[in-house]
């Protein structure tokens, strides 16, 4: 039995150990359809929420699954896990998850993503990868704060945020804030309704805020915690039995996760570098101001 990553460079060995170059090329090779809506924001930024607003938008409220992934297939990993992402789906429009960039992403759907403050994103990718592919506690925050920042171009936030910003005036992309969607739960809702082309009355707009809340997630949390790649990890790269992949969780504690100063400080540096001159924004803050314009 492999153990679970004590170091950083373990931890990118065993993410590196589980589907193959060419399963994700197979998966990439997807023949969308103009109706195909493919949710792609970057990791810990809202794509489990968006699955489930999506599923139940278009099934009226369906939680006969075992996992998410499985009725919203992940493009990058689908057919490595065995799921067909040709077949049809429960119901229309076919949704697809990624967490792909415009640049290498599949042409030809429509495409909804949510954006997020990073310093939230990076925290929130800690507490899911630890108790899966990090022991608890073995590898710090600092450390792993490091690596998210250090990511390969096309691999990292900043890449991914400004390749769906630049092109968020399109009328296939919708591009939401994560921080808004929690302020305004139903406005979003509408707004995802409309662009996947859902004819919803205020009952189904209703059963879309309650479906895709953060309670009702929580209560159903095992339809949430990666079933699928967690099998997988295990079967394959041979980690522990069990491990703790739930991909909805309760905001930790207040002060429980505090990023460094000098963290802070890079993270600073890396949007004034990446974002400021590609998209004009002096930092996330103003990237939801611009959003909050569109609800």
Request: hydrophobic share 40%.
């Amino acid at each position: 039995m492999v153990q679970r990553a004590r170091t950083i460079g373990d931890f990118e060995r065993l993410l590196g150990s589980g589907i193959s170059p060419e399963s994700v090329g197979q998966g990439m090779a997807i023949a969308l359809r103009p109706t195909d809506v493919i949710i792609s924001p970057y990791g810990k930024c809202g794509t489990t929420w968006l699955q489930q607003m999506v599923h139940t938008l278009r099934t009226r409220g369906d939680m006969d699954f075992d996992d998410i992934s499985r009725v919203v297939p992940w493009i990058e990993t689908s057919t490595g896990l065995g799921l067909d992402l040709d077949a049809e789906q429960r119901a229309d429009p076919r949704a697809f998850k990624s967490h792909l960039p415009w640049g290498p992403m599949p042409r030809g759907g429509r495409y909804l993503i949510s954006v997020r403050q990073p310093t939230r994103a990076l925290i929130s990718l800690y507490r899911f990868m630890s108790g899966w592919f990090l022991e608890p506690e073995a590898v710090s925050l600092e450390e792993f704060s490091h690596w998210f920042l250090d990511r390969g171009e096309g691999q990292d936030y900043w890449t991914h945020f400004v390749s769906w910003w630049q092109r968020r005036d399109d009328d296939d992309v919708l591009v939401l804030a994560f921080e808004l969607m929690k302020e305004h739960p139903e406005r979003h809702v509408r707004r995802v309704s409309n662009f996947i082309g859902v004819e919803a009355d205020d009952d189904l707009i209703a059963l879309g805020v309650e479906n895709s809340s953060l309670s009702f997630m929580l209560r159903h949390e095992d339809k949430f915690d990666d079933l699928l790649m967690r099998r997988m990890s295990e079967e394959v790269i041979g980690l522990p039995p069990g491990s703790e992949s739930a991909k909805v969780k309760a905001q930790a504690p207040e002060g429980a996760f505090e990023l460094s100063e000098a963290v802070l400080a890079r993270l600073e540096e890396t949007w004034a570098e990446r974002v400021v001159p590609a998209c004009g924004l002096a930092s996330y803050d103003d990237a939801v101001e611009h959003l909050r314009a569109e609800v």
